[in-house]
């Protein structure tokens, strides 16, 4: 509308061929160009550091791939600098592409990971797995899930003389432990059965899910019952139980899980102690995330 009131007032100008008229109209028009140009120039000096964040922002937000058109729903950016920090972003490696789908990268995955182990690694927090440790008299773990299975990220050992050693920064499968259960069953239900399917699913003991179906069977009865349970199936005279760490809108972050030897940690009294756990992870949540 303002392009054709402008039009029409260069039209009237030229016509009357007034001078002073003339002067007026250069000088509107130069006002109108200057405020067009300032516009854009301040919607491109708004900070690029912040944008490429907002991108993984809503990346995160939505647990799948999304197109440029998809992440402008949200941004409202400019379209051509939008695509210009995308196309950064896939050179340097942050993200990756499928067709016109953008996804996080290893390289963008690794980093996220390594922000989450700083937080958790956070006095307070190890604070509460030793309260959870000294209420449970077992070894209380913080795991979260990478490439390699479930990585254990911090750990309070117990006092006992008899027990098993899996130090911090130790990967364990995802089929067979009470905390890979845990994140498996926090899947939306298509991932989840993709997930099961991709897994190798080797048998530790004579105890381990080793079939598809089977697996996808236990992960509905932890999805329903909010904890899972390893009864010796990663390794002979180990149980755990575990329970998730979720952010504030409810999404899986990590696992909170206590194992011990059999012959001393009963499942049976583990699970009655079950809200202890959830307890420290929501103590957890609360000291990570609000």
Same mark, same amino acid.
């Given at each position: 509308m303002?392009f054709?009131? #402008?039009? @029409?007032? $260069?039209?009237?100008?030229v016509?009357? !061929? ?5 002067d007026?109209c =250069?000088?509107k028009? =130069?006002v109108? +160009?200057?405020s067009?140009?300032?516009a854009n120039?301040?919607?491109d *000096? @708004?900070?690029p550091?912040l944008?490429?964040i907002r991108i993984?922002?809503i990346l ?7 197109s440029p ?5 949200e #941004? *409202?950016?400019? =379209?051509? +600098?939008?695509?210009?920090l ?5 050179e ?7 067709g016109r789908?953008?996804y996080p +990268?290893p390289?963008?995955l ?5 922000l %989450?182990t700083?937080g958790?690694n956070s006095t307070?927090?190890?604070?509460? #797995?030793? *309260?959870v440790?000294?209420?449970?008299g ?5 795991v979260r899930?990478e490439k390699s %299975? /479930?990585?254990y990220i911090?750990? $309070?050992?117990t !006092?006992?003389?008899?027990r098993? @050693? ?7 499968p995802f089929?067979? &432990?009470?905390s890979g259960?845990?994140?498996l069953? +926090?899947?939306p239900?298509?991932k989840?059965?993709r997930?099961a399917?991709s897994?190798?699913? &080797?048998r530790?003991?004579p105890?381990?899910i080793d079939?598809?179906i089977?697996l ?8 329903r019952?909010g904890y899972?349970v390893d !009864?010796?199936e990663?390794?002979?005279? /180990?149980?755990?139980?575990? $329970? ?8 899986y ?6 194992? %011990? ?5 009963k #499942?049976?009294e583990a699970?009655? *102690? ?6 420290a992870a929501t103590?957890?949540?609360l000291?990570?995330?609000s």
């Open positions: 303002n054709y009131f #402008l039009r @029409l007032f $260069v039209s009237i100008s016509t009357l !061929n007034g001078t002073w008229f003339n007026l =250069k000088r028009i =130069k109108f +160009s200057k067009v140009v300032e120039m301040d919607s *000096k @708004l900070a550091n944008r490429i993984f922002e995160a937000k939505h647990h799948q791939p999304l058109t998809e992440l402008n729903n #941004l *409202k950016m400019p =379209k051509q +600098s939008l695509h210009r995308c196309n950064m972003l896939l340097e490696g942050y993200l990756a592409k499928t789908k953008l +990268s390289r963008l690794q980093m996220a990971s390594g %989450g700083l958790v307070a927090c190890h604070q509460i #797995l030793r *309260k440790s000294h209420q449970f077992e070894t209380v773990n913080f899930p %299975g /479930m990585k911090d750990r $309070v050992e !006092n006992w003389a008899f098993i @050693l899996l130090p911090v920064g130790t990967h364990v089929h067979c &432990t009470a259960k845990t994140y069953a +926090s899947l239900k298509q989840r059965e997930m399917r897994l190798h699913l &080797t530790q003991t105890q381990t079939t598809t089977n996808l069977a236990e992960l509905v009865r932890v999805r019952q899972a !009864n010796e990663f390794h002979n005279e /180990m149980v755990a139980i575990a $329970v998730p760490v979720t952010d504030l809108n409810g999404d972050f990590a696992s909170l899980a206590v194992h %011990g030897p059999s012959p001393r940690f #499942l049976e699970i009655q *102690k079950i809200d202890i756990l959830r307890q103590e957890i949540q000291m990570l995330f």
